[in-house]
């Protein structure tokens, strides 16, 4: 894969294996990547910012609360301008800060206002790796999606032999090359809904529900990583837009209905992970109602279901559905696949004790017409990356079918 022009920001701890990084700069530097270095305290006992300059062609960045260094580029727009954050060697301090989210210098702080992906290359002593206290670390970076390259087995800085070896700088500018090779949806038009609605009553009361959004807004930032072309419809959450993502704020599911609608031509692939009010308030007023002393009630009448109809027009794009449920998860999913006429489905326990409605933990069902698959408990970023992907295979099988079809139609 082309790493031309791509925007990788490399971070340096303090391990002896920094002395290869500047192998792995020239390489990427190469291949066409910008590359931008940041650098410990400790990494710079192990290797010059003057190399990694000279070698990556930008000034290095060092300090947090350098006035001169920020005002080059400020911290958080470095983090922002990453389309990948590879952090290489990663010492066991660095992944026990990282876990904790601590942020006491420039490279810890970049990983927690980042929202590209972050890969780590660890590198240290065998038993460091090896204790529970670096393993727990381990698993709980990787349940906020962070990718692990190595470490390797082999022979340590140390004299010891083990597992504790950074991967080779070839080896990590292929793991880079793989990371953007994952772009499937290349050129893909994907409109997603996500979040709640809200329902006016009167001007400053409304019928909502619990979503966050979290998930789908996940899931805009999946799609953007396979390559897919992505505008976002949000209902009222309170998130930031993930990067490349063309956003729509909406509030009621009317509105939402009208954006969709709007954004349907060209659209290959509909994702309906928005949480839309199954009811509106008829006539809602126009003015604050007052309280009375006596029982009042809405009249309610149904809003279109937008997944329904996106599915049910004459050529609909490929469409993803979610149904969170309480009970009879499969067969309740299988239902809505064949009454909305849905590509596939996506369903979740609700009320389980994790996961679900504004939780940073989800599981799903995702069920189509030929078969099945459980996605675990994860947290929502990785668990979107897996849904992502099998939506993406089921989109490709589907359109290069319907090719062949056409190809075979057309040889007639
Ligand atoms: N959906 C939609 N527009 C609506 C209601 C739902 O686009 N007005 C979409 C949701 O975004 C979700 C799917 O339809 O992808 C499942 O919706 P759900 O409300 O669970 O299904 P219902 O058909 O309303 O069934 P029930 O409420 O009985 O579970």
């Known amino acids: 894969m082309n790493l031309q022009g791509k925007n990788i920001l490399l971070g340096i701890t303090g391990g002896i294996a920094?002395?290869?990084?500047?192998?792995?700069?020239?390489?990427?530097k190469k291949a066409g990547a910008n590359v931008r270095v940041v650098m410990t305290h400790a990494a710079q006992q192990f290797v010059t910012p003057?190399?990694?300059?000279?070698?990556?062609?930008?000034?290095?960045?060092?300090?947090?609360?350098?006035?001169?260094q920020e005002s080059t580029m400020g911290h958080i727009e470095l983090a922002r301008w990453a389309d990948v954050i590879l952090i290489a060697p990663a010492t066991a301090n660095f992944l026990s800060q990282m876990t904790h989210g601590i942020a006491n210098d420039l490279l810890t702080t970049l990983c927690l206002a980042a929202d590209s992906e972050i890969i780590v290359a660890p590198a240290m002593n065998h038993?460091?790796?090896?204790?529970?206290?670096?393993?727990?670390?381990v698993e709980t970076l990787k349940g906020f999606g962070v990718q692990f390259e190595g470490p390797v087995p082999?022979?340590?800085?140390?004299?010891?032999?083990?597992?504790?070896?950074?991967?080779?700088?070839?080896?990590?500018?292929?793991?880079?090359?793989?990371?953007?090779?994952?772009?499937?949806?290349?050129?893909?038009?994907?409109?997603?809904?996500?979040?709640?609605?809200?329902?006016?009553?009167?001007?400053?009361?409304?019928?909502?529900?619990?979503?966050?959004?979290?998930?789908?807004?996940?899931?805009?930032?999946?799609?953007?990583r396979a390559g897919a072309n992505v505008s976002l419809v949000a209902g009222p959450v309170s998130l930031d837009t993930p990067q490349g993502v063309k956003r729509y704020d909406v509030e009621s599911a009317e509105q939402m209905s009208n954006q969709v609608s709007s954004l349907l031509s060209g659209c290959d692939l509909f994702a309906a992970c928005a949480a839309v009010a199954d009811y509106r308030v008829v006539d809602s007023a126009q003015q604050k109602i007052k309280k009375q002393d006596r029982e009042m009630s809405l009249q309610l009448i149904p809003n279109e279901d937008i997944l329904a109809s996106v599915a049910g027009?004459?050529?609909?794009?490929?469409?993803?559905?979610?149904?969170?449920?309480?009970?009879?998860?499969?067969?309740?999913?299988?239902?809505?696949?064949?009454?909305?006429?849905?590509?596939?489905?996506a369903a979740n326990l609700v009320g389980a004790e994790e996961g679900g409605f504004g939780a940073e933990k989800n599981a799903l069902t995702v069920v189509w017409n030929e078969g099945k698959v459980s996605l675990p408990m994860q947290n929502k970023k990785k668990l979107a990356r897996e849904l992502v992907d099998i939506v993406a295979r089921l989109y490709l099988q589907k359109k290069n079918n319907t090719e062949n079809y056409r190809l075979i139609q057309g040889l007639k």
């Open 18 to 28: 920094a002395y290869k990084i500047p192998e792995l700069v020239r390489l990427l």
């Open 50 to 68: 003057l190399t990694m300059q000279s070698l990556s062609g930008e000034p290095v960045r060092t300090e947090l609360m350098d006035p001169e």
């Open 127 to 137: 038993v460091m790796w090896r204790h529970p206290a670096t393993q727990v670390n």
């Open 154 to 224: 082999g022979d340590l800085a140390c004299g010891e032999t083990g597992q504790g070896r950074m991967q080779e700088p070839e080896e990590l500018f292929v793991a880079l090359q793989h990371y953007f090779s994952q772009s499937i949806l290349s050129g893909v038009n994907v409109v997603i809904t996500a979040g709640p609605t809200y329902e006016a009553i009167d001007p400053v009361r409304f019928i909502g529900n619990r979503s966050s959004g979290k998930m789908g807004f996940a899931l805009a930032e999946a799609f953007v």
């Open 313 to 345: 027009e004459g050529n609909p794009p490929f469409t993803l559905g979610f149904a969170a449920e309480t009970e009879n998860l499969l067969e309740y999913a299988q239902a809505k696949l064949e009454r909305k006429k849905l590509d596939v489905i």
